[in-house]
């Protein structure tokens, strides 16, 4: 998992070693205001889909 908005991803050679563009694009977390505490934590959705054609990319 990766978090939407970090500079350094395009330095990750985990993040980029994903060669599809869009898969690449499913292992970032995105931020979300309704899961943030204020004051107290950021919230992110990150989903893992198992199968099917929007498959998160995992190593096997």
Do not use: C
């Not at 991803?9 to 060669?19: A, E, K, Y």
């Not at 694009?25 to 205001?33: E, V, W």
């Amino acid at each position: 998992m990766h978090f939407e908005g970090d500079p350094l991803l395009p330095l990750d050679p985990i993040f980029n070693s994903v060669p599809d563009q869009k898969a690449r694009q499913g292992l970032i977390a995105r931020f979300d205001t309704d899961l943030t505490e204020p004051e107290w934590a950021h919230g992110y959705r990150f989903d893992i889909v198992l199968r099917g054609r929007g498959v998160t990319p995992m190593e096997l």
